[in-house]
């Protein structure tokens, strides 16, 4: 990266950063073709592993499983079933992920983990208590948790929204200090992204009625499920937590690192 920042030991109304949740979603590290693009999965683990040296620990919640899959198996695969196929691609897709992680992170003298859950895995009791003793038990040896559903063995009754909420809940589990959600733009805009006349909303509270600006799209088979409408409900909701939350572009250079020291980037919603 290229710089050095000072420690932001009393950023967000002088609450130290200590951990963060970052949640990547598949627009970001594929490219028009739906392929992972390695450059920029280097960028984030860059990212992470620059933070990790200033004492800021990190969990990657990473999409992506499922177009790493197709990229394999999509001529090939005998399944028509919807379910079918996209449990088919995330077995496959998954470990061809956490190889691109593991390499990365490796090349930081860093190590990382593989943490796949179910929406029951959260549940209060001893799911929820046994999901704590994990994340800690990685984060205190300074592994770097890397968290996706279990799509190939999750149940209909117990699906995330999507990653978008994955990485909420687990926010809420570590007590994360900041949680960031990158995609493709910008952030939120009071119009569509591409009208000349749109502006980026820096800065919003969970109050505030801003659903209205949310534009609908439709997904593909090996696209994430997540959206602009689920980021900002994911957003306030974490942000009625106290645990501040970014929807910020997570192709732009050092974002991360922005978003933690404090730069204007993206949209920031607070309590």
Do not use: W
Request: net charge positive; hydrophobic share 35%.
């Amino acid at each position: 990266m290229g710089r050095r920042l000072p420690m932001p030991d009393r950023a967000l109304g002088g609450k130290p950063i200590r951990r963060i949740v970052v949640k990547v979603g598949t627009h970001v590290i594929t490219n028009k073709d739906n392929r992972i693009v390695s450059k920029v999965l280097a960028q984030l683990v860059e990212q992470i592993a620059y933070l990790y040296e200033q004492g800021i620990v990190s969990v990657l919640v990473s999409s992506g499983s499922v177009s790493a899959g197709k990229e394999v198996m999509s001529r090939g695969l005998k399944a028509t079933d919807k379910i079918t196929r996209r449990q088919v691609f995330s077995a496959i897709g998954q470990p061809r992920m956490m190889r691109h992680y593991y390499n990365l992170f490796q090349d930081h003298g860093m190590r990382c983990a593989q943490v796949l859950a179910t929406k029951r895995d959260f549940d209060l009791g001893r799911h929820r208590d046994n999901m704590v003793n994990c994340y800690e038990g990685l984060l205190g040896e300074g592994v770097i948790p890397i968290a996706n559903e279990d799509d190939a063995v999750s149940l209909s009754m117990s699906t995330f929204t999507d990653n978008d909420e994955l990485a909420s809940l687990v926010a809420e589990l570590i007590n994360a200090d900041m949680l960031i959600l990158l995609t493709d733009t910008e952030g939120l805009y009071n119009g569509h992204p591409e009208d000349a006349n749109s502006q980026l909303i820096p800065h919003l509270h969970v109050d505030d009625p801003v659903e209205q600006y949310i534009q609908k799209n439709v997904k593909g088979e090996a696209e994430g499920r997540g959206g602009m409408e689920s980021k900002l409900r994911v957003a306030k909701r974490t942000a009625r937590l106290n645990i501040p939350t970014f929807i910020a572009n997570g192709k732009k250079d050092n974002i991360i690192t922005d978003i933690v020291y404090g730069k204007p980037a993206g949209t920031k919603v607070t309590g």
